[in-house]
């Protein structure tokens, strides 16, 4: 490939990779829910932000840093590179805190430096101590050196493996922004686990690597670098450009006067036999300014763009996981959502008598004419007579209880009942389901959440009027009726004008066998088989107000079918009313207890089909076609 | 006067001897707790290791290596032995399978270790007669702790080790892996530091001292060059290497080690309990929160139950008067006004069987009172059998709502606090919580019964003094008395005795039954308002009494609530913790005074 058409190709690249910038921390703050790692912590986001938006299509320069571990002398390697003690060196371990930069002359002029380390504060060099100082800001000391080859930054860095954590966010942070790394290495610490972890990642980033092997004894070590630098190798996939080799010579390191004697990577035929060990010392600056830059730039960038698309590490991996995750909140979502969460079972019905005195006023309210006048005069006659005998009772039993609180208390049993059963499914799936959801589950399931639901619960109960749902169910069912089935309607029309017709001699007859007054009494004592023996439901159209209190004994006898049809309606009656209570119970459960949890849930579920998403994924996609 | 030495070693023991014994103990009890049984299950493990090492008490102690690959633990422990037993080398790792150095004399078998984990050398050197020295695989070369890792190797040794030689160099000593490595590896060890490598490396005791200093306890730090010690051994040792070698051979000898090992074990219980402490720290708010909201449910259902009394103590007068009546008639014995008081009550007892006002509910039967409430309890077991106990509850206020929606609120306490009770393992019964809430009804009814009696009796005794007692007598008498007189001056008299005497013209008639109706109606009338102006000062006052007596039911706590068995289960936690603080302060007592015999060695801060 020649340049230009490089050239080309990073800066498309360079388009996209700026592009995509916005999009993942878009991304990212929608999938919150998701609680996946958070992007600074992946390695590849860290190079996207530090590597690949600051110096792609900057083809120009080269990053050179020194790294190693603690206290194995890469401050010393850096003062021999410039040519000054531009470092302060220490014999106690993580001395050096922050980052040193040397930048060639000209550099400021053509480059911001502050976009090539964006995660660094920038200071003007003006002392080798500075670097030594703690601080919690990440430091860059950059300094001109002017017998730096153009084009070349040099990095001292802080450890990667001291006690001192920030240092490591250091390391990497300068890591990620170089092209070339001069390793340090020495017999004590070729093989530390984390000294093979940040290689690792370079190795895997591309970079060229210079191994420079430091405090050897020399002549005793020349034959166990090679398998030093094997095992290395090995460990950290990289293979590196050059090998040097400094023996443990104190004074000369404190002097900038460190000989680096450069050996020849053994190769893989072993045949080969190794050359004698050239011992002349090179110059390392002069060794760097040799370095094919553009060849290496070109490598590092390119290492760099495969990090991020990489399928197992890159964004592949990172939207898999997205899509994972959202996948199986979308599971519990659904199951959340779905009605099987609460399930209404063994819902009370109200009590006959009270829909059949419902229908009663209904009627009453509807009928018409003379049927309407002579029906209403003797009820108030029938109530009328009939009041003495209520009194006594009242006076006896007690002020009855209002039927429809009857109802009430044992619909709060059945609320309850429903709320317990949906509190142990919702303990079921916090235990057995999806750890996001889990805390935001388990937060609902807390004794005082609990408490405070089933107040509100009472509450809204409390103040609900039995009265007004029921007339409103009566009504829509009744004008349901009249409108579907007209026929019996109308048979119902006629019976109740035929009713008032007789309704003198009526009266008489029930009065005269007891069941005017006596019906007061004596229905409460007899039960239901009794009296529905004697009072059939017709009887309470003709006979008023008895059989009202009759009426649920009555309905339920199936006698004859003008009541078998009855009795068919009357349970529609109850479905619908029952239905509309459930669903009273449903919606609020669902707005009080869940909350917007379901809301938030479909939304983190449905977060592949988001336009971050499909945004990062056609930038991914793009970076993979032009590589 | 002091102790023997011998003897104070035998209290030390018997000391160690007890605190096992009630850490053994506080195992055992275990509340059903989560945290509680992570404890449980944590410390027996130590205590596992209290047994071990107590069988190895007097076997030598077990001294090795720790530290970084080339920071020179092989080359160390060949100078220090004075042969070339472990290969050291310029590779790393050098040193993969561990090796034990033991001479010859000492039975391996007795040491409670795998040797099948160690390369085992049997070396005849003056330094391995009271000492066995592990040479370890170094922490820092392996990044995870892989089966066959050096780490997993290592982390496989260090609990069998009594001393740790931590070695260290210039390059490694503020190594990060390493450090974390140590603060697990030094809990139960002993500590020597040795920095190597001083043929080359400055010395760097002061900085590694500084970093060790917060975590750990640093008498001593040696400065070493290993390989100029090894070759050098036919002199007499100096300098730093002769010092270790010192502390190595004389200090660690048979004397010293059975406080070395004890010292290390009281290292070992205090953290394991302090661990469990903290655990406990943690957990515990969710238990008071979980004891606060029994102690609401418990306080709501006693108000509840106190309310409904006190409603119905409150309406039933007429069981009040007779009540009353009967405990005065009982203080006075016989006499006219008494027995017209017993007449009184005996008839309205008999007229209120009839009526309606039979004791229907248990605050009725209550005031009822025992004596009279036998018979009617007798009848009432009968019935009870086939009544449900619900209603019985329902009539005093506490409705099947109530107890779900306890049961719920105390079962999401329950969950969160991590206590597992059987209570709420099966939900959907109502049954026994019915069963509990009867309970709880008659224990509260059983302490409402004597404060009504209580409360008669004072009432009684304020009404039958002698004073108001012959007020009504004489009152009564002076009528009946009325009637005698004028009964026997008529029968005797004026129709006998006046005629015959000559005082009368006539014998008078004797009184008829024109007569006797309207005496007998006006001592009726006459008894009845005596009656009803005593009923009346007796009811005086009694609707106070009656929300005294309220109070007094609100103050008095319901012992046991709905759900005993969390109740106890969380009365269990709170005992333990306190039981778990004093071994914790105990281990602690006795783990400093056992440091301070081994304050030679380094270890671990607490």
């Given amino acids: 490939m020649d340049e230009a058409k490089q050239d080309v190709l990073f800066n498309h690249c360079a388009a996209t990779v700026r592009s995509l910038l916005p999009a993942l921390l878009q991304l990212e703050s929608e999938a919150a829910l998701l609680q996946p790692v958070p992007l600074v912590e992946r390695e590849w986001f860290e190079l996207l932000r530090q590597k690949l938006i600051p110096q792609l299509g900057e083809q120009a320069f080269l990053v050179v840093a020194v790294?190693?571990?603690?206290?194995?002398?890469?401050?010393?390697?850096?003062?021999?590179?410039?040519?000054?003690?531009?470092?302060?060196?220490?014999?106690?371990?993580?001395?050096?805190?922050?980052?040193?930069?040397?930048v060639p002359e000209g550099f400021n002029a053509q480059h911001d430096l502050q976009s090539v380390f964006p995660d660094f504060e920038l200071h003007e060099w003006s002392d080798a101590s500075l670097a030594l100082e703690e601080s919690d800001t990440h430091r860059l000391f950059w300094r001109v050196a002017k017998e730096l080859p153009p084009s070349l930054l040099v990095l001292d860095t802080p450890d990667i493996d001291s006690d001192a954590r920030v240092n490591w966010v250091r390391a990497d942070a300068v890591r990620r922004s170089a092209d070339v790394l001069i390793a340090v290495l020495t017999q004590q610490k070729y093989n530390d686990a984390a000294v093979k972890e940040f290689f690792r990642k370079?190795?895997?980033?591309?970079?060229?690597?210079?191994?420079?092997?430091?405090?050897?004894?020399?002549?005793?070590?020349?034959?166990?670098?090679?398998?030093?630098?094997?095992?290395?190798?090995?460990?950290?996939?990289?293979?590196?450009?050059?090998?040097?080799?400094?023996?443990?010579?104190?004074?000369?390191?404190?002097?900038?006067?460190?000989p680096f004697f450069e050996r020849r990577i053994p190769g893989t035929n072993s045949e080969d036999t190794?050359?004698?060990?050239?011992?002349?010392?090179?110059?390392?600056?002069?060794?760097?300014?040799?370095?094919?830059?553009?060849?290496?730039?070109?490598?590092?960038?390119?290492?760099?763009?495969?990090?991020?698309?990489?399928?197992?590490?890159?964004?592949?991996?990172?939207?898999?996981?997205?899509?994972?995750?959202?996948?199986?909140?979308?599971?519990?979502?659904?199951?959340?959502?779905?009605?099987?969460v609460v399930q209404v079972r063994n819902w009370p019905s109200p009590a006959n008598s009270i829909l059949v005195?419902?229908?009663?006023?209904?009627?009453?309210?509807?009928?018409?004419?003379?049927?309407?006048?002579?029906?209403s005069a003797y009820n108030t006659v029938g109530s009328g007579l009939l009041w003495p005998i209520r009194a006594a009772r009242r006076a006896l039993q007690g002020e009855p209880v209002p039927l429809m609180e009857g109802y009430r208390s044992r619909e709060w049993l059945a609320v309850l009942g429903v709320v317990e059963e949906l509190f142990d499914k919702l303990q079921w799936m916090a235990d057995s389901g999806n750890e996001i959801i889990r805390p935001r589950i388990e937060a609902v399931l807390q004794g005082a959440a609990r408490s405070q639901l089933l107040t509100l619960l009472k509450q809204k109960h409390d103040a609900l009027d039995f009265e007004d749902e029921l007339t409103l169910i009566v009504d829509q069912e009744m004008q349901n009726l009249q409108k579907t089935k007209p026929d019996l309607f109308g048979m119902y029309r006629q019976l109740n004008n035929v009713s008032a017709v007789v309704r003198p001699m009526t009266s008489v007859v029930l009065f005269s066998i007891g069941f005017g007054p006596a019906g007061e009494m004596v229905a409460p004592f007899l039960g239901h088989a009794a009296a529905s023996a004697v009072v059939h439901v017709?009887?309470?159209?003709?006979?008023?107000?008895?059989?009202?209190?009759?009426?649920?004994?009555?309905?339920?006898?199936?006698a004859g079918s003008g009541a078998g049809m009855l009795q068919a309606w009357f349970h529609r009656l109850h479905s619908a009313f029952t239905a509309r209570r459930a669903s009273w119970l449903t919606n609020l459960v669902h707005g009080e207890l869940l909350g917007a949890l379901p809301e938030e849930l479909n939304a983190a579920a449905g977060l592949t089909k988001s336009d971050a998403f499909i945004e990062v994924q056609k930038s991914v996609s793009k970076l993979e076609g032009l590589l | 006067m002091s102790l023997t030495p011998e003897l104070q070693q035998l209290a030390i023991l018997a000391e160690i001897d007890e605190l096992v014994l009630r850490v053994r103990r506080w195992l055992n009890d275990v509340p059903a707790w989560g945290p509680a049984r992570k404890a449980r299950s944590l410390v027996s493990k130590i205590l596992d290791r209290v047994h071990s090492l107590r069988i190895r008490l007097e076997s030598p102690l077990v001294v090795a290596t720790f530290g970084g690959t080339g920071t020179g633990k092989s080359t160390?422990?060949?100078?220090?032995?004075?042969?070339?037993?472990?290969?050291?080398?310029?590779?790393?790792?050098?040193?993969?399978?561990?090796?034990?150095?033991?001479?010859?004399?000492?039975?391996?078998?007795?040491?409670?270790?795998?040797?099948?984990?160690?390369?085992?050398?049997?070396?005849?050197?003056?330094?391995?007669?009271?000492?066995?020295?592990?040479?370890?695989?170094?922490?820092?070369?392996?990044?995870?702790?892989?089966?066959?890792?050096?780490?997993a190797r290592l982390r496989s040794i260090l609990p069998h080790c009594d001393v740790l030689l931590y070695v260290s160099t210039q390059q490694k000593y503020r190594s990060a892996r390493i450090a974390e490595e140590l603060s697990d590896a030094a809990s139960g060890c002993r500590l020597v530091f040795v920095q190597t490598h001083a043929e080359q490396d400055s010395d760097v005791r002061e900085d590694w001292r500084q970093s060790l200093a917060p975590e750990y306890q640093v008498p001593d730090m040696f400065f070493v060059d290993s390989r100029r010690a090894f070759a050098e051994q036919a002199q007499r040792p100096s300098g730093d290497f002769g010092r270790l070698l010192e502390l190595l051979t004389n200090q660690l000898g048979a004397s010293r080690r059975v406080a070395i090992r004890r010292a290390n074990l009281m290292d070992l219980l205090e953290e394991a309990l302090t661990v469990c402490r903290t655990d406990y720290d943690s957990e515990l708010p969710e238990i008071q929160k979980l004891q606060e909201v029994l102690d609401q449910q418990r306080t709501k259902l006693r108000d509840t139950l106190t309310n409904q009394l006190r409603d119905e103590l409150l309406v039933n007068q007429n069981l009040w008067e007779r009540r009353l009546l009967s405990a005065v008639t009982n203080i006075w014995g016989f006499s006219p006004f008494s027995a017209v008081l017993r007449l009184y009550n005996g008839l309205g007892a008999f007229i209120a069987s009839f009526s309606f006002f039979r004791a229907r509910s248990s605050a009725q039967m209550a005031l009822i009172g025992a004596v009279q409430g036998a018979r009617w309890l007798k009848s009432r077991v009968e019935e009870q059998e086939a009544e449900s106990s619900l209603e019985r509850l329902a009539s005093f206020g506490i409705t099947d709502q109530q107890l779900q929606e306890s049961r719920m609120v105390v079962s999401g306490y329950v969950h969160s606090a991590g206590i597992d009770s059987e209570e709420f393992s099966d939900r959907r019964d109502m049954h026994q919580l019915r069963r509990r809430a009867a309970t709880v009804e008659s224990q509260f009814l059983g302490d409402a019964r004597r404060g009504i009696d209580e409360l008669i009796e004072q009432l009684a005794e304020r009404n039958c003094s002698a004073m108001t007692r012959y007020r009504y007598e004489i009152l009564l008498l002076l009528?009946?008395?009325?009637?005698?007189?004028?009964?026997?001056?008529?029968f005797f008299w004026s129709s006998f005795l006046a005629?015959?005497?000559?005082?009368?013209?006539?014998?008078?008639?004797?009184?008829?039954?024109?007569?006797?109706?309207?005496?007998?109606?006006?001592?009726?009338?006459?008894?009845?308002?005596?009656?009803?102006?005593?009923?009346?000062?007796?009811?005086?006052?009694?609707?106070?009494?009656?929300?005294?007596?309220?109070?007094?039911?609100?103050?008095?706590?319901?012992?046991?609530?709905?759900?005993?068995?969390?109740?106890?289960?969380?009365q269990g936690v709170i005992d333990d913790d306190h039981r778990l603080s004093e071994l914790l302060e105990r281990t602690s007592r006795f783990r400093r005074e056992l440091a301070e015999g081994v304050g030679f060695l380094g270890g671990q801060r607490r």
């Fill in chain 1, 202 to 258: 370079a190795g895997d980033e591309d970079k060229a690597v210079l191994v420079i092997f430091n405090q050897c004894l020399l002549p005793e070590d020349e034959p166990y670098w090679p398998i030093w630098l094997e095992t290395f190798c090995r460990e950290t996939h990289i293979s590196p450009d050059a090998v040097y080799i400094t023996p443990n010579d104190r004074r000369a390191a404190e002097d900038l006067r460190l």
């Fill in chain 1, 67 to 102: 790294v190693g571990g603690t206290n194995i002398g890469k401050s010393v390697i850096f003062n021999h590179l410039a040519g000054s003690c531009a470092s302060a060196t220490s014999p106690l371990a993580s001395g050096t805190k922050h980052a040193t930069c040397l």
């Fill in chain 2, 479 to 490: 009528y009946l008395v009325f009637l005698i007189g004028r009964i026997g001056h008529n």
């Fill in chain 1, 357 to 375: 005195a419902e229908i009663r006023q209904w009627w009453h309210a509807h009928q018409e004419g003379w049927a309407r006048a002579i029906n």
């Fill in chain 2, 76 to 151: 160390l422990v060949n100078a220090l032995i004075g042969q070339e037993a472990s290969e050291s080398g310029r590779q790393r790792p050098t040193t993969t399978m561990p090796i034990l150095l033991v001479h010859p004399d000492i039975e391996t078998t007795a040491l409670g270790l795998d040797l099948s984990q160690f390369h085992v050398k049997k070396i005849d050197a003056p330094m391995l007669r009271d000492l066995i020295i592990i040479d370890c695989p170094d922490p820092d070369t392996s990044e995870a702790a892989e089966s066959g890792s050096n780490l």
């Fill in chain 1, 538 to 558: 017709f009887a309470d159209v003709a006979g008023g107000a008895t059989a009202a209190i009759a009426g649920e004994a009555a309905v339920s006898s199936a």
């Fill in chain 2, 499 to 570: 005629p015959i005497v000559g005082k009368a013209d006539h014998a008078e008639p004797l009184l008829t039954i024109d007569f006797y109706i309207p005496a007998l109606i006006f001592l009726m009338m006459w008894s009845a308002m005596l009656v009803l102006s005593y009923t009346w000062r007796l009811r005086r006052g009694l609707s106070a009494e009656i929300h005294k007596l309220a109070q007094t039911m609100v103050e008095t706590r319901i012992l046991e609530g709905l759900f005993p068995s969390v109740d106890h289960v969380c």
């Fill in chain 1, 274 to 340: 190794p050359p004698a060990p050239d011992n002349t010392p090179r110059d390392l600056a002069a060794d760097l300014a040799k370095l094919r830059f553009r060849e290496i730039r070109m490598r590092t960038l390119l290492g760099s763009l495969h990090e991020l698309t990489h399928p197992q590490r890159g964004i592949p991996a990172y939207l898999r996981e997205l899509r994972l995750a959202s996948e199986d909140l979308g599971r519990t979502a659904t199951r959340l959502t779905t009605d099987s």
